[in-house]
């Protein structure tokens, strides 16, 4: 009976675990980190939140510089916060906007670049967006951030991650 329960307890642990951290997104997909993807399709596909990671993966032809926005608008590489050029370079969200693209000769002038908002991590009380245009004054096509989820602290992903492990848990447990 205590070797059910240990075992019990490590699936509850193991399928638990996932939950508690952010989503893994591999930016453009199956295309990744190259010419010819629409990053901007691909970023309105994905629900990006605190604590995510966005995977850049890419060859010896192109890096990675998180810029500002006005750089990102005029795809200038002359001022960037950060620089990768390692091929597999990982960034994990924090709220708000951040901005990256391909520094190479025309690359981010042809798309490839990225702008990722990232909502907060708490909404005001009654757990709605708030108010006002979610249109972007200069005619950007970057899509608008989705709003916020009712636990918008990450608490639901673990809570619904917890149930269903409890459940897979309290299965083994019946059947043993």
């Known amino acids: 009976m205590a070797l059910r329960v240990v075992a019990a307890v490590v699936v509850v642990l193991l399928a638990a675990a996932p939950m508690v951290f952010g989503a893994n997104h591999v ?21 990006f939140a605190v604590g995510d990671t966005l995977e850049f993966k890419y060859g010896l032809t192109h890096n990675v510089y998180e810029v500002n926005k006005s ?12 620089v990768h050029s390692d091929g597999d370079t990982s960034i994990t969200l924090s709220a708000g906007t951040s901005y990256y693209l391909c520094s190479t000769s025309n690359h981010c002038s042809i798309g490839m670049k990225l702008a990722v908002t990232t909502a907060a991590s708490s909404t005001p009380s009654g757990g ?17 951030p ?5 636990k918008g602290n990450g608490s639901g992903r673990v809570s619904s991650g917890v ?4 459940a897979l848990a309290l ?3 019946l059947m043993g």
Not at 27 to 47: I, L
């Open 163 to 166: 149930a269903v492990a409890g």
């Open 146 to 150: 989705p709003p916020p989820s009712p």
């Open 27 to 47: 930016v453009g997909g199956s295309q990744q980190w190259n010419t010819g993807v629409d990053y901007t399709t691909w970023a309105s596909g994905e629900k």
């Open 71 to 82: 750089d990102y608008d005029s795809c200038s590489s002359n001022n960037p916060i950060k």
């Open 128 to 144: 709605s967006p708030p108010s006002g245009s979610n249109s972007p004054s200069n005619g950007s096509t970057t899509p608008s």
């Open 171 to 173: 299965g083994l447990v």
